[in-house]
């Protein structure tokens, strides 16, 4: 029985690592489109994707956008996750359901509403516009994520210390902040990835001088099939395991001690 689980594992794991594995594969190839299993080897589409200034551009946009938008979202979404979670605020259920909407609802509608809605402020094929438009899209995740770790909180802990003289910014940053930090670093990577790679809302809201990453790849797909989407990949990839794995290890080590 035992045996079957792991092999059933393997399975599971195989089939969702295979379309990742064939990307990789098929970046590293000679021909002059995908091929799996790839013919020869090659880096010329990896320095076709850091020689092309377009690609190069997007790629900056794509990361000012996301960590504005990331640390925005982090903040705003820490703040009303505590607020929800530690305060009786009348209406609770419904603000919660107001800060999670963004999730609930479909991505071309909110894209249509916010086109609309900045159109009229100005805020339309703008930086802030699109920053903006990010940080109603990944608040919701920080406030879930952030949410269920202050629910694991004693809040006599924040008794104790205000008993003994502590201001609010003590115990917030000595006692708060550390409980409830595994949620915040998992939602601060969430909505950092989530920001990274939207393209639906960003697409409406962005314009020529806008164009990020999944924006770039979008348009070069419908005009060419080279493995240079491929390399591209492959460097999101090894950038998401850079950053992920490390950002998950420090999550385990400080739910660890706060366990402990």
């Not at 799996?36 to 900056?60: A, I, Y």
């Amino acid at each position: 029985m035992k045996r079957a689980l792991w092999l059933l594992n393997g399975l599971v794991l195989l089939y969702l690592l295979a379309p990742i594995i064939v990307v990789i594969a098929t970046s590293f190839g000679t021909t002059a489109y995908p091929v799996f299993p790839p013919q020869g080897f090659t880096l010329k589409w990896f320095v076709n994707f850091w020689s092309t200034p377009e690609l190069r551009e997007s790629l900056r946009i794509s990361a000012a956008i996301s960590t504005t938008s990331t640390t925005l979202a982090t903040v705003i979404g820490t703040f009303s996750a505590l607020a929800l979670a530690r305060t009786r605020l009348r209406g609770k259920t419904v603000l919660s359901a107001v800060l999670l909407s963004p999730i609930l609802f479909p991505a071309i509608v909110l894209a249509l509403a916010l086109l609309i809605a900045f159109q009229r402020v100005g805020l339309a094929q703008t930086f802030p516009g699109l920053v903006l438009a990010h940080v109603l899209l990944t608040t919701p995740f920080v406030v879930r994520l952030v949410m269920a770790s202050a629910a694991e909180f004693d809040p006599s802990l924040e008794e104790a210390a205000q008993n003994l003289g502590a201001g609010w910014w003590r115990i917030f940053a000595r006692i708060t902040l550390p409980l409830i930090l595994p949620g915040i670093l998992a939602g601060a990577v969430f909505a950092f990835i989530m920001s990274f790679d939207e393209l639906v809302v960003t697409l409406l809201l962005s314009g020529p001088a806008l164009q990020t990453l999944p924006i770039r790849i979008f348009n070069y797909v419908q005009y060419s099939s080279d493995p240079t989407i491929s390399a591209i990949s492959t460097c999101l990839i090894v950038a998401w395991l850079i950053v992920g794995i490390p950002a998950y290890a420090r999550l385990m080590s400080v739910r660890h001690q706060g366990g402990a």
